[in-house]
């Protein structure tokens, strides 16, 4: 079945350290977003990238970075320059047409040991 | 500021009622509507959208309305069943400059259905 994998599912990040947030689709869609949610809030996008090679920066980009060297994948690096980074992290993808929707990911949630 | 705004974080409703969730934007630059459901733990899911040349688009027992001039758009759930309790998201975007597809995202209501 085509659909969006992130994992892992959950990570433990020590103060100070990277950490890398995985997320592969199959769905053959030329864009790929990056959000953060925290509890009672809505998303908010981080990075987000239109081709393969090319990526923008969100709304809260600060402490993040991204790649974008297949088209099926979009790692996030969450640095220690992020200072809150406990969050559910979601990854969407979606067709180049901007009237389709975003296909969601189930999310990683990081915590800070 | 807050671009799109759900002013309910929560609404109960008993089985079989509708459901009526509300979301506000600012910017009448946005021309593309969607919701979404969102369960704990889980990514949110692709519900229902219109663009902005519409004023209702029907799917089943989901119907969003877009009151243009308001700026509002509503999602109506008939009938309510208890597996459409989950947070449902009202996000939106415009089709312009280099942003196309951008969705901006409100706060979310959690919605309870009581059997």
């Known amino acids: 079945d085509g659909g969006i994998t992130q994992s892992p599912k959950y990570l433990f990040r020590k103060e100070g350290q990277n950490v890398t947030l995985s997320c592969e689709q199959n769905l053959n869609h030329d864009a790929m977003y990056w959000y953060r949610q925290d509890p009672g809030q809505g998303l908010r996008l981080i990075y987000y990238s239109q081709i393969v090679n090319d990526f923008q920066k969100g709304d809260i980009a600060e402490g993040y970075s991204v790649s974008r060297e297949k088209k099926e994948s979009f790692p996030l690096t969450v640095t220690s320059a992020q200072k809150n980074p406990t969050a559910f992290y979601l990854c969407?993808?979606?067709?180049?047409?901007?009237?389709?929707?975003?296909?969601f990911g189930d999310g990683t949630r990081l915590s800070i040991l | 500021d807050q671009q799109v705004k759900q002013n309910s974080p929560s609404l109960s409703v008993q089985e079989g009622r509708i459901s009526i969730l509300n979301c506000d934007y600012t910017n009448s630059m946005f021309d593309y509507f969607l919701w979404y459901k969102k369960y704990p733990a889980e990514g949110p899911t692709f519900l229902i959208s219109?663009?902005?040349?519409?004023d209702k688009n029907e799917d089943g027992r989901f119907t969003v309305f877009l009151n243009k001039s308001a700026k509002h758009l509503s999602l109506h759930i008939v009938p309510s069943q208890p597996g459409d309790s989950a947070v449902y998201f009202c996000a939106v975007s415009m089709n312009y400059g280099g942003s196309q597809g951008n969705l901006i995202f409100g706060k979310g209501t959690k919605l309870s259905v009581k059997p």
């Open positions: 219109i663009s902005s040349i519409k």
């Open positions: 969407a993808s979606s067709p180049k047409n901007s009237n389709q929707p975003q296909h």
